[in-house]
């Protein structure tokens, strides 16, 4: 089943792009407009007279077009401050010098020079939009602000190393996880899971929830201290695999197409070569990487397993997984309700199990708060 389809409208970032090339309007549109509200213009002029309407998250600019029309007309926010302006892309050729921009703008803006890949693009763009959310951050209790900080800085590594070809540094990731039980312990878990999802990246929005979920789910079984550790750690680890897969297809609003799903499966399979190469790699991790998308009935992927194949490890991991993706928000859709998402757990009687479901449910509910259980 497509548990994230939904007709609900939700915010798209608005990113504008300038550029007066065809061939670079048609590529940068072709990629964008699946994810943003976009808008492209020729000269900084007439992008600068949009800015009067509302004001982008986002600018994409070629470094010719700030030496034709200069930047003074982008430099000014539909607020009207001087020197109030979003955020820029600065986008040069091969050779070209960013000096005087990285001057003047420094870390408030990127500088890429052509050619240019469109995950790296997309990454850069969510960067920069979740910028703000993780300085937000910094005003939450320690409990909540320690494992967010940890994990996205590990996150944003994870992303390299497999940009790199190196492998993932497990122990680093389940350092950077410690703080997640210690925030499910002292009754932050629910908080924690609200917070994370102010940033734009999503991959590692749902890996932090599903890692929250699982340290919580394995705390009410009873585990304790490293098993508690693989959890949060695993689930943090679960999807990386999606850094794979091509951002048209990962984040493709809606349903995905025959020849674009088993593209989308192939995650799994990246995810459990990933950790294979890495060092000091548990067992349990392994198998939440692996088995989360596997079913009791033998429909999941990647490898068909069912009944007793599935130990209690993976089918806690598949019941965390599609919960966590349910009460997701995602750019183009909001996050199902509580009851909703249980409710669409127990009408999958053969593929989940459903006694852990109901401890689960039990375990999320009685520890939500009132005021948050009440409008779930």
């Known amino acids: 089943m497509d548990v994230m389809s939904t007709d609900d409208a939700a915010y798209l970032p608005t990113i504008y792009v300038v550029t007066n090339t065809p ?38 600019v070629e470094i010719e077009l700030t030496r034709k029309g200069g930047l003074n007309p982008l430099l000014t926010s539909a607020g009207g401050a001087e020197g109030d302006h979003p955020p820029f892309i600065f986008i040069g050729q091969k050779g070209e010098s960013f000096d005087a921009l990285v001057t003047e703008f420094g870390e408030t803006s990127r500088y890429l020079r052509w050619p240019i890949t469109a995950r790296k693009l997309i990454d850069i763009i969510g960067e920069l939009i979740s910028k703000g959310a993780e300085e937000s951050w910094d005003e939450l209790p320690d409990i909540q602000k320690k494992p967010l900080k940890l994990t996205i ?36 878990h629910h908080d924690l ?41 695993g689930g943090l680890l679960h999807d990386v695999g999606k850094l794979m897969t091509p951002p048209v297809i990962l984040d493709k609003p809606g349903k995905l197409t025959e020849e674009e799903w088993p593209i989308m499966r192939d995650h799994a399979v990246h995810c459990a070569a990933l950790l294979k190469a890495g060092d000091d790699v548990t067992r349990g991790a392994q198998i939440i990487a692996e088995q989360h998308h596997e079913k009791l009935d033998g429909t999941g992927y ?20 599609i919960f966590g993706a349910l009460t997701d928000r995602r750019s183009y859709k909001e996050a199902f309700s509580v009851e909703k998402a249980f409710g669409i757990l127990e009408s999958m009687a053969t593929g989940i199990d459903q006694n852990l479901l109901a401890i689960f449910k039990d375990i999320f509910i009685s520890t939500k708060p009132l005021e948050q259980a009440a409008g779930n």
């Open 153 to 188: 800085k590990e996150y944003k590594n994870i992303a390299t190393a497999i940009e790199r070809g190196e492998p993932i540094d497990y122990n680093s990731a389940a350092k950077s996880c410690a703080p997640v039980a210690e925030a499910v312990l002292s009754g932050a």
């Open 302 to 321: 990647p490898k068909g397993l069912k009944g007793n194949e599935l130990n209690e490890l993976a089918r806690i991991s598949m019941i965390c997984d």
């Open 193 to 233: 899971l609200n917070s994370v999802q102010a940033h734009h990246n999503y991959t590692y929005v749902h890996s932090m929830r599903v890692a929250t979920l699982l340290t919580l789910f394995g705390y009410g079984l009873g585990m304790k201290g490293d098993n508690l550790l693989i959890l949060s750690t």
């Open 23 to 60: 061939k670079r309007r048609e590529e940068l549109g072709g990629v964008l407009s699946h994810f943003f509200d976009l808008s492209m213009f020729d000269t900084t002029s007439k992008a600068g007279e949009s800015l009067t309407e509302k004001t982008p998250d986002v600018v994409l």
